[in-house]
């Protein structure tokens, strides 16, 4: 299920809000970009289903000038606001960890605003961590904070930012009718590469890299590029350069979670990007494991902290490709100096998407060229022809490849197998790709 959220401020397709507001046939509004790539994919109107026409869009003057309006509001008072007279939130939180909590929120001097949420930190460096939040907030990949909201009680502090409709990436991971494949996370993984490599050229740390804190903005599980996802909640922004000489007292192991954490940060409490380089290998891993917690057969952190320190990483995830395998090597090399930058990252990630979407298309292309062999049976065992054991993954499907046989035909490039297909909607997708 799809989740839209409706104003008139926000693109009904990119779900950001609008920079280039086009009017199109149907009467809706949608960011010119998206809707002219839409147009030109031979889609109907998203919003009525009727044909669309690229010559028939005109610029939407009047959402543009709610737009300025909105931001210059936002500039006029500082990006601050105050509790109850521009904005509400709900009494219980939706969602509490350690020293923050997240609310639901509507705004009430600015009924066209886009929806928000409240994001409360408590502890003495929160009005710190949060002009980070604001000051680096416009990137596309970066969870946007509108500003503080006042007034808060002593040594805390509330911060107004933009709704997720899909919540985070470790819910879409754990919603198993939606889970995305290795192509799809890897334009997910790009996108925050993208956004840490901007954290890191502003001198700031995250610090607490992992799946629930990339916010989902847009999903679509067939198409890469529409998907959308955010950073969020910078852990350790005080471990930035620009904080390192002030001293709270509290040790690395109380500020990040030791299943992400690199070997010198554990050891010497060292934090820098590759640090963090490190956190981000862990979390592609546990994406690609399915939302699984790293290191979940280990009970103590002591134990985890005495496996990284001496070298030892976390296992190839079952349904990870080799090539993207060898990708996430490379951020959780033992010695921080030879793990990339994520500008470096970024660059290996692009060539990645490429290089599986040119495999996709050539066994798609191949498998063709085969006549196909579907037999089901009274458990549902499908016999199939394909092209190598990674065509499995490519078909989105959730199969546990344990349970299946696979038998390379001698001198080809074909390999024969079996498949346990657990439900007619998993069968379904598979025969549409074979």
């Known amino acids: 299920m799809e989740h839209y959220i409706t104003n008139s401020l926000i693109c009904p397709l990119t779900q950001q809000l609008f920079s280039v507001p086009v009017l199109a046939d149907d009467g809706y509004t949608y960011e010119q970009s998206a809707i002219v790539a839409w147009i030109q994919e031979k889609h109907p109107s998203p919003k009525t289903g009727q044909a669309l026409s690229l010559s028939s869009l005109r610029p939407n003057h009047s959402i543009k000038n709610l737009i300025e309006e909105f931001e210059n509001s936002l500039r006029t008072v500082d990006y601050r606001f105050k509790l109850d007279v521009d904005v509400r939130k709900e009494r219980n939180a939706i969602f509490h960890v350690n020293t923050k909590s997240i609310y639901r929120a509507q705004w009430i001097t600015r009924p066209n605003a886009p929806p928000t949420i409240l994001l409360k930190m408590n502890g003495v460096r929160a009005q710190r961590e949060a002009s980070f939040c604001v000051q680096l907030s416009r990137h596309p990949h970066i969870i946007r904070t509108y500003g503080m909201v006042e007034p808060t009680p002593q040594d805390s502090i509330m911060l107004l930012q933009e709704y997720a409709p899909e919540g985070s990436l470790h819910d879409l991971l754990d919603d198993q009718s939606r889970v995305p494949d290795e192509l799809i996370l890897i334009e997910m993984f790009s996108q925050i590469a993208d956004a840490m490599a901007y954290l890191a050229y502003n001198r700031v740390i995250h610090g607490d890299l992992a799946c629930r804190n990339i916010l989902v903005f847009r999903f679509n599980k067939y198409k890469p590029e529409d998907n959308l996802v955010k950073l969020t909640d910078f852990g350790l922004t005080r471990h930035s350069s ?87 090597l490379t951020t959780m090399i033992f010695n921080e100096q030879e793990r990339p930058t994520f500008s470096q990252l970024k660059r290996s990630l692009t060539r990645l998407q490429y290089q599986l979407e040119n495999l996709t298309r050539s066994h798609i292309e191949l498998m063709a060229k085969f006549q196909r062999v579907l037999q089901v049976d009274m458990n549902q065992v499908v016999v199939g022809i394909a092209v190598e054991q990674t065509l499995v993954n490519l078909s989105g499907l959730n199969i546990d490849q344990t349970g299946a046989t696979f038998r390379r035909i001698p001198d080809t490039n074909i390999t024969v197998f079996r498949l346990r297909i657990p439900d007619d909607n998993n069968l379904k997708t598979f025969t549409k790709y074979y």
């Open 242 to 328: 620009i904080y390192m000489s002030v001293n709270n007292g509290s040790t690395v192991n109380d500020c990040i979670p030791i299943r992400y954490a690199s070997p010198e940060l554990i050891q010497h409490q060292k934090c820098s990007e590759k640090s963090d380089m490190f956190s981000m290998g862990v979390t592609m891993w546990e994406a690609l494991s399915k939302a699984t917690i790293p290191w979940s057969n280990i009970e103590t952190d002591k134990e985890i902290c005495q496996r990284v320190t001496s070298g030892e990483i976390l296992s190839k995830p079952i349904m990870c490709s080799d090539e993207t395998w060898l990708v996430i």
